[in-house]
């Protein structure tokens, strides 16, 4: 189930990357949904990563760079084909962690991939910091707004894991394990991104139950795709903060109290 691309460069540091959305792999849904996929070309179209001119330029970690691709579609790294499938995922990401003795690992990613990171940040006993931009904190709901047709290839009409997966940051067993206890949760969004509101509600959630976390706003009035791709210097920078385990610090970047941060032009 796990599969994707593995650089290393002798680091006991591993940045996990979550894929975002493809439009090229979104607008094959419509072929897995009559039975005309070409799978060999949908696979194909998942090996082209994103992230990957920062991963190649900072060597002071290796990286996992994962698909969410496990049969028909994608699944935003919850479920496959109408199932669930993150505990099976979490599993072997373990696994995996353990085979190369990795002593500090960073999930991370944006919008779709930005809830992959958070989904193991909860899950993973080995994460030790979530950096996720502008995630779906509630998977349901966004593509019953956003993806409508294409929610067929997603859910094969199983109502019951719509509702398990929309309510999956806010259900207890899920923080059972307490393994989301040593992790540091770092959120980055925009007053206009399409689940600000639900980012803030994961927020306070996990400050409840004893989390760590660090909240980064972009005061400006960008929506969803512009707050990520209009600010990769930042993003890279905070990266590298993360996994050196220092402040946060950009010229852009004040920090407003111990878990806030504001980036302004």
């Not at 996720?132 to 966004?142: C, G, M, N, T």
């Not at 890279?236 to 970047?253: R, V």
């Amino acid at each position: 189930m796990l599969h994707g691309r593995h650089l290393k460069n002798g680091s006991k540091h591993l940045i996990i990357v979550f894929q975002s959305v493809s439009k090229n792999i979104l607008g094959e849904i419509a072929s897995v949904l009559d039975g005309t996929a070409d799978h060999a070309k949908i696979k194909k179209l998942h090996e082209r990563y994103n992230w990957m001119n920062f991963c190649m330029d900072y060597k002071e970690s290796d990286y996992l760079f994962v698909q969410d691709y496990f049969s028909d579609s994608y699944g935003w790294y919850l479920f496959d084909g109408g199932k669930a499938i993150y505990n099976e995922l979490n599993q072997e990401l373990e696994r995996f962690i353990e085979r190369y003795d990795y002593e500090k690992v960073i999930a991370f990613g944006s919008s779709k991939g930005g809830t992959g990171a958070l989904v193991y940040g909860v899950l993973n006993r080995y994460i030790t910091d979530v950096f996720s931009l502008v995630p779906q904190v509630k998977v349901s709901s966004f593509i019953n707004r956003y993806h409508p047709a294409e929610k067929e290839a997603f859910y094969r009409g199983n109502v019951a894991l719509e509702d398990e997966l929309d309510n999956f940051f806010f259900e207890p067993k899920n923080y059972e394990s307490e393994a989301f206890l040593h992790t540091h949760f770092y959120f980055y969004t925009g007053k206009n991104d399409m689940q600000f509101n639900e980012l803030i509600l994961l927020k306070e959630r996990l400050c409840e139950i004893g989390a760590k976390t660090s909240i980064i706003f972009n005061t400006e009035k960008k929506t969803h795709s512009p707050l990520v791709t209009e600010h990769t210097a930042f993003i890279y920078q905070t990266l590298k903060n993360i996994d050196a385990g220092q402040e946060l610090q950009f010229n852009e970047l004040t920090k407003l109290s111990n878990d806030t941060y504001v980036l302004m032009n």
